[in-house]
C-alpha cells in the first residue's frame, strides 16, 4: 500500500515535468490539490467505514506501472466481441490509455464525441466550467484519478439534441510485461433538452493483474435525459474501481445501469447529486459472481431539493466464494420536502463460502417525505423449482432460470436492444447454462 | 387548530418527574483513578477478586478511546468531574418498607411508584435503585421460596459469590467497549437475578433506576440468570432530576438464557431528557446483551422516551440451536433529544430466528436513528430474520436515520429488512375528521396504532405507564 502510494508521489513529479507549458493553468492547480488531498488522506483501509467490508490491500500489493507506453496496436477483429454487434454506435476506444483513432468513430458535427485531451485543447473554458465539479473532494481514489486526469472520453450534447446512435466508451488495455495501473477520466455534458445513451466498459487482454482507477463526471441540465450503462465483465485479474458523480438539474431524468459479472475486484462509488426540482434517478444494478470474486457497490443519492424522485434496486447472485458489499445511502435534506426515495437490494447467495455484506442507510432530516428501503437475503423458491422440475425442466437449468428470473429487473431500464441482448447472454453464460430465448 | 398550534402544543410538554428529593448522601469525590475504584470496592467490602476484577476492567479502560462513530452530537463527559460513588445514608439492611426512609419513599410516591401499594396490589417484586445504591427489594422472601435470587448485586457478591464470578463479564467482557468497560471498573450497584432450573417466575421483577445527587454517574450492572427451562419477565424503569448539567448513565445488562429458558426483559426509559433549548439532560450509554443457549428465547422491548442522548444496542447472542431473540422498540425523541438505538443479532446456531421491529417517532429538532446489525454466521443453518424499522417525523426541523448493517455467511439464511419514513398523513388525519375526531385525538389514535407492535409486547402494568409516558412525551397526542 505504502509502496504504491511512494511510487505515485514520484509519478506525480514526473507528470508535472512532463506538461511543460500547462503546468501553469487553473487546470492543474486542481490537479495538485487533488494529489495534496491523496498524499493526506492515503488509501482507504478497513476502519473508514465506507470501507469497512472491502479491503483494498490486497489489489494495492502489486507493482503497478503508472504511465503506458502506449504504442501497441490491436485488430478489430480480435476485439470485435467486446462491442455492440449488429448495430451503428459512436465509438471512443482507447488502448492502453491512449486515444485510438483507428478503432473510434467521433464526430463534431451537432454534438461533441471526442476525448477529453482534445477537449482540453480545444474547448479550456468546458474544462474550466465542469472539471472536478462533481466529484466530491475528500474521496482519495478519485482525487488520484483527478491529479493524473489528462485523458478519456468526453462526450457534450448540445441544447435540444439527441444522439442518433448510442455511444461506447471502450477501454482496453494491451498484452503487458508488467502489472499495470490505467486511470481514464470521463467527462459527460448533456445540456438543456438533450438526450445521449452511453455504454462504458474496461477490458484487459493482459495475463497480469490490471488495475482500473476510473472516474466520470456527469452534468445533466435541465430537461435532458441520459441512459449510462457500466458493463463490468472483465478478466479475473482485472480490478476496477470506478468513482462515478452526477449532478443532476431540474427536470433532468438519469439512467445509470451497472453490470458486474467479470472481474478479480469492483468497486462502485455512484454519487447522485440533486441540484434541481422535479428530477428523476433510476439506478439499477445486477451482480453475479463467483470464485475469488469481490463487488461493492457504493451508492448515494443527496436529495437538496423538494420535488425529486429516485429509484434503486440492486440484484446480486453470488457463488463460490464470491462476497458482496452493497451500500445505499439517501440523504433527505431539511428543506427537501416532498422526496419520494426508493431503494431496493435483494440477494441470494448460492454456497456457504459466499457472503454478502448490505448495508442500506436512510438519513431523513424532512418530514413530508415518502422513503423506503428494502433488502432481502434468500434463496430459490423450491416450489418453483420443483414446479419447472415437474415440466421436465432439469435441476440446472431449473436453477438457472429461476436466478434469471431472478436477475432480470435489473434489466427494466435498459433501452438498448443489443445491449440487452448481450447482457442476456452474459447472464446466462455466467449462470452456465443455455437459455435460449430473449425477454 | 392549525397543524403548527398542535405541534407546538404536542411537543412542548415538560418533563414530569424532575423533582430532587433531599436524602442525605454518601458521595465519593469526583474524578476516577485506582483509589477511587479500591474506595468503592471497599465501601461495598467487596472480595478480593471483585475488586482485582474492578481494577482489571480500569486498566483497559485507560487504553480505550471513547467512540465516535454514533449518529449523535454531544460534548464528551468530563469522566474525571464526576462522582462515582453516592449512596443515600443509612444504608443498613431493610427488611420491611417501613424502615425505608420517608423522604425516599415520598419519592416514589411521587414518580408514581408506591413500592407499598405494588406490593400489596400488583404482585411486582422490586429493586430499586437510587443514584448508585439499591434501596430496596420487595418479595424477596416470597421468591426465595422457589429458590429465585432477586437482590441488588452487592448483595449477590457476598452471598452468591460462585454464580456472579462464573457468569459476571460472560457475555459483555470488560473489554467490550469504552463505557462498559467504564462501568465493570466503577459499578456501584444493581440488580442480580437468578431463576433455578424449570422454574416459572410467578410474577414480573423490576428495578427502577433514579439518579438524585448532582455531579453523579449512575454506573448500574444488571446481571440475569434463568437456568435451563425457567422462565422470567423483568422490568426497568428510570428517571432523574432536572439538572443544567449532562449526567452520565453508563449501564451493563447482562441476560443468560440457558437451555430452554425465556426471558422478557422490558425497559421504559424517562430519564431526565434536558429542557426544551437542549441544556441539561441525562447521557444515557448503555450496553445490553444477551445470550442464549439451545432453544432458548430472549426478548427485548423498549420504550425510550428520555435522555438527551441516547446510545443504546440490547443484542442478542444466538449461539444454541433453535434460539430466537427478539427486539421490539418505541423511540421518542423531542426537543433536541438524539438518540442512536437499536439492536444485534448474531445468529451462530442452527435453526435461529430473530424479529426486530423498531419505531422512531421524532419532533422538534431531534434526531433518531436506528443502528442495527444481524449477522449470520457460516454454521448458522436456516437462519431467519425479519427486521422491520420505521420512522415517523413530526415537524420538518427534526430528522431520522436508519443504519442497518447485514452480513451473511450462509447460503440457507433468509434475511429481510425494510424501512418507511413517513409523517402522519393528512389525509389519515382528513378521514379522522371525516368521522367526528378532533386532530388531536386522531394524532392519539395514529401515533397509538403505529406503537401498537411493540406495546403489546409489554407487560400489562407497563403499557399503561409506557402508553403514560409516551402522552407526556407528546403531550396531547396520546391519550
Known amino acids: 500500500m505504502e509502496q504504491l502510494k511512494d511510487k505515485l508521489e514520484s509519478s506525480f513529479i514526473l507528470f508535472e515535468n512532463d506538461l511543460n507549458g500547462q503546468a501553469k493553468t487553473p487546470i492543474h492547480k486542481i490537479r495538485q490539490k487533488a494529489f495534496k488531498t491523496f498524499e493526506e488522506k492515503g488509501f482507504p483501509t478497513k476502519r473508514n467505514e465506507e470501507w469497512k467490508y472491502t479491503n483494498l490491500n490486497p489489489i494495492l500489493k502489486h507493482d503497478y506501472r503508472i504511465f503506458q507506453k502506449g504504442d501497441n496496436a490491436i485488430d478489430f477483429k480480435d476485439v470485435k466481441r467486446y462491442f455492440l454487434s449488429d448495430m451503428d454506435t459512436y465509438k471512443l476506444v482507447f488502448v492502453d490509455g491512449v486515444f485510438s483513432s483507428w478503432l473510434s468513430e467521433t464526430t463534431h458535427d451537432r454534438f461533441d464525441v471526442c476525448t477529453f485531451n482534445s477537449m482540453m485543447a480545444k474547448n479550456p473554458q468546458l474544462l474550466e466550467e465542469y472539471f472536478n465539479k462533481a466529484l466530491p473532494a475528500e474521496e482519495s481514489l478519485a482525487a488520484i484519478n483527478t491529479a493524473f486526469a489528462r485523458e478519456g472520453a468526453f462526450i457534450r450534447i448540445k441544447k435540444g439534441q439527441t444522439a442518433d446512435k448510442p455511444v461506447e466508451m471502450v477501454f482496453f488495455t494491451t498484452r503487458q510485461d508488467k502489472e499495470v495501473m490505467m486511470q481514464p477520466r470521463n467527462l459527460v455534458v448533456v445540456e438543456e433538452n438533450a438526450e445521449v445513451q452511453i455504454v462504458e466498459r474496461h477490458q484487459s487482454l493482459s495475463e497480469l493483474p490490471v488495475l482500473t482507477n476510473v472516474a466520470t463526471e456527469i452534468f445533466a441540465h435541465k430537461a435532458s435525459r441520459l441512459f449510462y450503462y457500466k458493463v463490468q465483465n472483465d478478466n479475473l485479474q482485472a480490478s476496477l474501481i470506478d468513482s462515478t458523480s452526477v449532478i443532476q438539474q431540474e427536470k433532468s431524468n438519469v439512467t445509470i445501469g451497472t453490470f458486474s459479472f467479470g472481474n478479480k475486484f469492483i468497486r462502485n462509488n455512484l454519487n447522485i447529486f440533486l441540484q434541481g426540482e422535479h428530477t428523476e434517478t433510476n439506478m439499477d444494478g445486477i451482480t453475479i459472481i463467483g470464485d475469488g470474486q469481490l463487488c461493492d457497490h457504493h451508492t448515494l443519492v443527496d436529495h437538496k431539493i423538494p420535488n425529486c424522485l429516485s429509484n434503486e434496486l440492486y440484484k446480486g447472485i453470488y457463488d463460490g466464494s464470491a462476497h458482496g458489499v452493497f451500500n445505499g445511502k439517501v440523504m433527505v435534506h431539511p428543506h427537501a420536502q416532498k422526496t419520494n426515495a426508493f431503494q431496493e437490494n435483494n440477494n441470494i447467495l448460492l454456497t456457504d463460502k459466499a457472503s454478502i455484506d448490505t448495508k442500506p442507510q436512510l438519513e431523513i432530516y424532512a418530514d413530508d417525505v415518502q422513503c423506503s428501503h428494502g433488502c432481502t437475503i434468500g434463496q430459490l423458491d423450491e416450489d418453483a423449482l420443483f414446479y419447472l422440475q415437474s415440466r421436465g425442466i432439469p435441476e440446472k437449468e431449473g436453477k438457472a432460470l429461476l436466478l434469471y428470473a431472478f436477475a432480470n429487473d435489473g434489466l427494466r431500464n435498459v433501452k438498448i436492444q443489443e445491449l440487452r441482448k448481450k447482457l442476456n447472454r452474459q447472464i446466462a453464460h455466467k449462470l452456465g447454462v443455455n437459455l435460449d430465448f430473449e425477454l | ?479
Open chain 2, 1 to 479: 387548530m392549525s397543524e403548527e398550534q398542535l405541534l407546538q402544543e404536542v411537543t412542548g410538554s415538560e418533563y414530569k418527574y424532575g423533582f430532587y428529593t433531599n436524602i442525605e448522601s454518601d458521595k465519593a469525590p469526583p474524578g476516577l483513578n485506582e483509589e477511587i475504584i479500591r474506595f468503592i470496592s471497599a465501601k461495598k467490602n467487596e472480595p478480593e477478586w471483585m475488586t482485582d476484577w474492578r481494577l482489571d476492567a480500569f486498566r483497559k479502560w485507560e487504553k480505550m478511546k471513547e467512540p465516535n462513530w454514533a449518529n449523535v452530537n454531544y460534548s464528551s463527559p468530563d469522566f474525571q468531574a464526576i462522582s462515582y460513588y453516592a449512596a443515600p445514608k443509612k444504608k443498613k439492611q431493610l427488611d420491611s418498607l417501613d424502615e425505608v426512609d420517608p423522604e425516599l419513599l415520598k419519592t416514589f410516591e411521587k414518580l408514581g411508584i408506591s413500592l407499598d401499594e405494588q406490593k400489596r396490589l400488583s404482585g411486582v417484586a422490586m429493586d430499586v435503585v437510587v443514584d448508585s445504591v439499591s434501596v430496596k427489594t420487595t418479595f424477596k422472601e416470597k421468591l426465595s421460596e422457589l429458590g429465585i435470587i432477586f437482590c441488588s448485586i452487592s448483595e449477590a457478591i457476598q452471598e452468591h459469590p460462585d454464580l456472579v464470578r462464573k457468569y459476571l463479564g460472560t457475555v459483555v467482557p470488560k473489554s467490550d467497549n469504552f463505557y462498559a468497560a467504564l462501568n465493570s471498573a466503577v459499578f456501584t450497584d444493581g440488580s442480580f437475578c437468578y431463576i433455578p432450573k424449570g422454574v416459572r417466575c410467578p410474577m414480573e421483577l423490576s428495578t427502577y433506576f433514579r439518579i438524585n445527587e448532582a455531579g453523579t454517574g449512575q454506573f448500574e450492572r444488571t446481571l440475569l440468570i434463568a437456568d435451563e427451562a425457567s422462565y422470567v419477565s423483568y422490568l426497568e424503569g428510570c428517571t432523574a432530576p432536572m439538572r443544567d448539567e449532562n449526567q452520565l448513565h453508563a449501564a451493563v445488562v447482562e441476560l443468560i438464557a440457558l437451555d430452554d429458558a425465556e426471558i422478557k426483559y422490558s425497559t421504559v426509559q424517562n430519564w431526565y431528557p434536558g429542557d426544551k433549548n437542549g441544556k441539561g439532560g441525562v447521557y444515557n450509554f448503555v450496553t445490553k446483551r444477551g445470550i442464549c443457549e439451545r432453544n432458548a428465547k430472549i426478548s427485548w422491548t423498549q420504550v425510550e422516551t428520555g435522555s438527551a442522548v441516547t446510545w443504546k444496542y440490547p443484542s442478542c447472542i444466538l449461539k444454541g440451536e433453535n434460539s430466537v431473540g427478539e427486539f421490539y422498540s418505541v423511540a421518542v425523541t423531542n426537543n433536541y433529544q438524539q438518540a442512536d438505538t437499536g439492536t444485534k443479532m448474531i445468529h451462530l446456531g442452527k435453526n435461529t430466528k430473530s424479529t426486530i421491529i423498531s419505531k422512531g417517532i421524532c419532533a422538534g429538532k431531534s434526531n433518531g436513528s436506528y443502528r442495527g446489525l444481524v449477522k449470520i454466521g457460516p454454521r448458522a443453518e436456516n437462519a431467519r430474520n425479519f427486521s422491520q424499522c420505521d420512522s415517523l417525523l413530526m415537524g420538518s426541523s427534526c430528522g431520522s436515520h436508519t443504519f442497518p448493517y447485514i452480513e451473511t455467511k450462509n447460503k440457507t439464511a433468509k434475511v429481510e429488512h425494510e424501512a418507511t419514513t413517513s409523517k402522519i398523513g393528512e389525509d389519515q388525519i382528513f378521514y379522522c375528521n371525516q368521522r367526528g375526531i378532533g386532530e388531536e385525538e386522531a394524532i392519539a389514535l395514529i401515533v397509538n396504532g403505529y406503537c401498537k407492535d411493540v406495546l403489546n409486547q409489554l407487560p400489562m402494568e407497563f403499557a399503561v405507564e409506557a402508553q403514560k409516558l409516551l402522552a407526556i412525551s407528546l403531550e396531547g397526542s396520546v391519550g
